[in-house]
């Protein structure tokens, strides 16, 4: 009996002992999943914040490419407008060029017209470096040595005169050439100076008998230092002993596009 009752007392205590294990079993695996719940929610949050970094940072690059796009819009739209600017200006300046081209022929016919009654071996009408030249000879101008205008030489200087005065926008040059062989007399000491001496001469004759306005006229003197022949025979020394009209229709628009065209492309490579 006494047996009977402590058996029974050990399976009573057992089955009170033992739930209440397996309860505890379960209180603390609940725990511990609880536990990795929270560190797999802390480690997903981490992520989600990284991720958030991640966007906000591409953002920002999508704003700055953006912000970089519209300034290459910007500055490739100012470089086609420059770009159109230049042409613009360049097929202005080609215009005036072609232009210079047309007056600078116009003149020399005009020019070789109201000569055309002179002998071609005492002067000549061309066109060189864009200027037209009027080339008398000694022959048609002056007595040998002396720098006193001839009747012959004044009446082609009247009709150079008479195509001058129906213009102003002509610029003229007066040069004095010899041939090489030196001359010394009362008057002229040297070729220098009788050079010179007969382009003023010129000049006088267009100033004063023509009325050509002086302030259009240039004379200078080039003694024997530009010649166009040899001067080792007689024809080539008479070639060279030679006063040049030079006549250049003046370039103050051409050379305005010209420094405007200068100055911007100066400015675009600043």
């Not at 002179?118 to 000694?138: D, H, P, R």
């Not at 001839?150 to 010899?178: F, M, S």
């Amino acid at each position: 009996m006494k047996n009977l009752i402590s058996s029974f007392t050990f399976v009573l205590m057992a089955a009170l002992v033992f739930p209440s294990c397996v309860a505890k079993r379960k209180y603390v695996a609940a725990m511990d999943e609880a536990a990795r719940q929270r560190e797999y929610n802390a480690a997903l949050s981490n992520r989600i914040n990284q991720q958030e970094d991640s966007i906000a940072h591409l953002m920002g690059n999508v704003s700055a490419l953006g912000n970089a796009n519209e300034a290459t819009a910007n500055e490739l739209n100012m470089s086609k407008e420059q770009v159109a600017a230049q042409q613009k200006r360049l097929m202005e300046l080609q215009r005036l060029i072609n232009q210079q081209r047309e007056n600078t022929e116009a003149l020399r016919k005009r020019i070789a017209d109201a000569l055309v009654n002179f002998n071609a071996s005492q002067l000549t009408v061309s066109i060189k470096n864009g200027k037209v030249y009027v080339s008398m000879q000694e022959s048609l101008l002056f007595p040998s040595g002396s720098a006193v205008v001839n009747p012959a030489g004044k009446e082609a200087l009247a009709k150079v005169a008479g195509v001058l005065n129906t213009t102003n926008d002509i610029n003229v040059d007066i040069e004095g050439h010899t041939d090489s062989i030196p001359i010394h007399n009362k008057m002229y000491s040297d070729n220098w100076s009788l050079s010179t001496a007969r382009a003023t001469s010129i000049a006088h004759v267009l100033m004063d008998d023509y009325h050509v306005p002086p302030a259009r006229l240039i004379a200078s003197g080039r003694s024997e230092y530009d010649p166009v022949a040899t001067n080792s025979t007689e024809e080539g020394r008479a070639r060279n002993r030679r006063t040049e009209i030079i006549l250049e229709p003046k370039l103050d628009e051409l050379m305005d596009v010209i420094r405007s065209t200068n100055t911007t492309a100066l400015d675009g490579h600043k």
